[in-house]
């Protein structure tokens, strides 16, 4: 059986080193925070060249850095109409409205020019969602932030380790964030996240956040929340970011096959990489014209695909007070054709290949 992202064969590479940093974890007795999640901080803000602060989950992560740009009730933020509903669920937990900007119908990215038709009295910021793995638009992006005096918030949960003019994801906006779900490109055995920003007091408010408020302790400044990221996945992520790069390679090359295999099909379209970005494909998606028949051809050659994302945000039910203001837009398209297929660096894309071709 084919996995749509094969955890298990990753494992079975690394196998030695994730044993070998596991077992030191457990026989430590420090399961909480010390050595290795610091080494892990250290290494992430390393890569990225930026503050790294590690948190609980990637949605942790979006509460942490949005209550550290001061969201408050009755605000708005824009965020991405195609995407989880992480960014938005955010965003309304705090109290503050999500506003639903359109996206750019080849990348799938939030489209700059419907983020400046949002813009309004109440608008504090905009939350870019490097979707699939490629980076947002950001340098039109952080233009009508310095206009519009709005933070802008990176969500990177896809596109750690991707690249836009030579520079690293997680560092584009006031804040970023990241995802260490475990079929992200760079993914731990549980729930992570972390927080990314070059402002050290930003840094400092995030980790005194995501520490029940805490700097020191039983002394806390602020209301925050209990969010930590245990030492057991942050050895592991350890052992995966050494890895990381070369990951990288290899999902690129798999979807250059897919991109060979589906070049003369017709009605079929893969989410198109703008120039200067490189991406992880954490998603490796198609816009495909008839989606029905196409999935039906998958399950026929026993190819696991998924359908990212069947409705826009703002059609979604707990949104529903809001949806009245939207008209059909590419987000709606994108929900209609989108379909993923299988993708990481151990995609047996052989045997895919040989599949697709007795169905295509």
Not at 88 to 94: H, K, S, T
Not at 195 to 224: C, D, P, W
Not at 226 to 244: F, I, Y
Request: glycine content about 6%; proline content about 5%.
């Amino acid at each position: 059986m084919i996995a749509f992202v094969n955890i298990q064969a990753q494992r079975d590479a690394y196998r030695e080193e994730l044993e070998k940093a596991e077992k030191a974890v457990l026989d430590s007795g420090i399961y909480i925070g010390g050595p290795e999640v610091t080494a892990l901080e250290a290494e992430l803000s390393a890569y990225t060249g930026t503050n790294a602060v590690t948190c609980a989950s990637g949605t942790d992560a979006l509460t942490i850095a949005l209550s550290a740009l001061g969201v408050q009730p009755g605000d708005e933020v824009v965020v991405p109409d195609f995407t989880f509903i992480a960014p938005a669920e955010c965003v309304a937990r705090l109290g503050a409205t999500p506003i639903f900007a359109d996206i750019d119908p080849h990348t799938l990215q939030i489209s700059p020019e419907s983020v400046e038709s949002l813009v309004g009295p109440l608008t504090r910021g905009i939350i870019a969602v490097n979707l699939f793995g490629q980076c947002a638009p950001y340098a039109e992006l952080r233009q009508i932030g310095k206009s519009h005096g709005l933070w802008l918030l990176e969500d990177s949960a896809q596109a750690f380790g991707a690249t836009q003019c030579g520079k690293q994801a997680c560092t584009f906006g006031d804040m970023a964030i990241t995802s260490f779900y475990p079929s992200k490109p760079l993914g731990c055995y549980g729930d992570g996240g972390a927080i990314f920003t070059a402002n050290k007091e930003l840094a400092q408010k995030a980790r005194m956040l995501a520490n029940h408020g805490s700097e020191e302790r039983y002394l806390h400044k602020v209301a925050g929340m209990n969010s930590r990221l245990d030492a057991l996945q942050a050895a592991v992520l350890r052992v995966k970011l050494a890895h990381l790069n070369a990951e990288l390679k290899a999902r690129k090359a798999i979807a250059e096959r897919y991109n060979a295999f589906f070049a003369n099909i017709e009605g079929l379209t893969p989410q198109q990489i703008a120039d200067g970005n490189t991406s992880t494909y954490a998603q490796y998606t198609l816009l495909v014209d008839n989606r029905k028949d196409f999935v039906a051809a998958l399950d026929q050659a026993g190819i696991p695909h998924c359908i990212h994302y069947p409705m826009p945000l703002h059609r979604q039910p707990c949104f529903a007070e809001l949806a009245a203001r939207y008209a059909e837009n590419a987000a709606d398209m994108a929900s209609q054709k989108a379909v993923s297929l299988p993708m990481c660096a151990f995609t047996p894309i052989d045997e895919i290949i040989e599949r697709l071709e007795k169905v295509f």
